[in-house]
């Protein structure tokens, strides 16, 4: 078992949706980057949905997710897991964000994207949220090869009519 610490959110001050993973995968933490696998579908979806994808640098990438007010960051701050996957993540070492200063800062968001179930299902078990619109999408990770990356993507399409709705 390694005890694993997330990264610090990307966003701005504007930011009206917040895109919440579980905890960077061991590849991302090697890259210092979020979803930095190259078969996570993350950056492809960004680039179809807001031209934020892998043809760009990652910092360039980030910040057009930021001018588009898009945030993103993970539920758990720190977790004792080994490998990768979130079926890994022992649920008696973790430590959740926080989420209460995070949202005082950011009270333009309105939206809150989780990149799969587990994300999810960490959120709403630690964190108490009824002010923010919650929404699961099916994981970009490479774990979850039975969704095409056009079923994803419809999905995914959500964040943009959220931005445009509010």
Same mark, same amino acid.
């Given at each position: 078992m390694s005890d694993v610490s997330g990264f610090?959110?990307?966003?701005?001050?504007?930011?009206r949706i917040l895109i919440l993973g579980s905890m960077p995968g061991q590849r991302s933490l090697d890259e210092? !980057?979020?979803?930095a696998h190259? !078969?996570?579908? /993350?950056?492809?979806?960004?680039?179809? +949905?807001?031209?934020?994808g892998r043809e &760009?640098?990652?910092a360039q990438s +980030?910040?057009?997710?930021? $001018? *588009?007010n898009i945030a993103l960051w993970d539920v758990l701050q720190r977790c004792e897991r080994q490998g990768s996957l979130d079926s890994a993540i022992r649920s008696e070492a973790l430590v959740i964000n926080d989420f209460a200063s995070f949202f005082t800062r950011h009270t333009e968001i309105h939206s809150? /994207? /989780?990149?799969? $179930? $587990?994300?999810?299902e960490l959120y709403k078990k630690h964190y108490a949220d009824?002010? &923010? *619109?919650?929404?699961?999408?099916?994981s970009t990770s490479p774990a979850n090869a039975k969704m095409s990356f056009s079923g994803k993507l419809e999905y995914w399409a959500r964040l943009r009519e959220a931005l445009v709705s509010s």
């Open positions: 610090a959110a990307e966003s701005n001050a504007t930011a210092n !980057r979020y979803y190259p !078969r996570n579908t /993350f950056w492809d979806i960004m680039g179809e +949905l807001f031209d934020a &760009h640098s990652y +980030l910040s057009l997710l930021n $001018k *588009q809150v /994207f /989780f990149n799969g $179930k $587990k994300a999810y009824n002010t &923010h *619109q919650l929404i699961a999408l099916p």
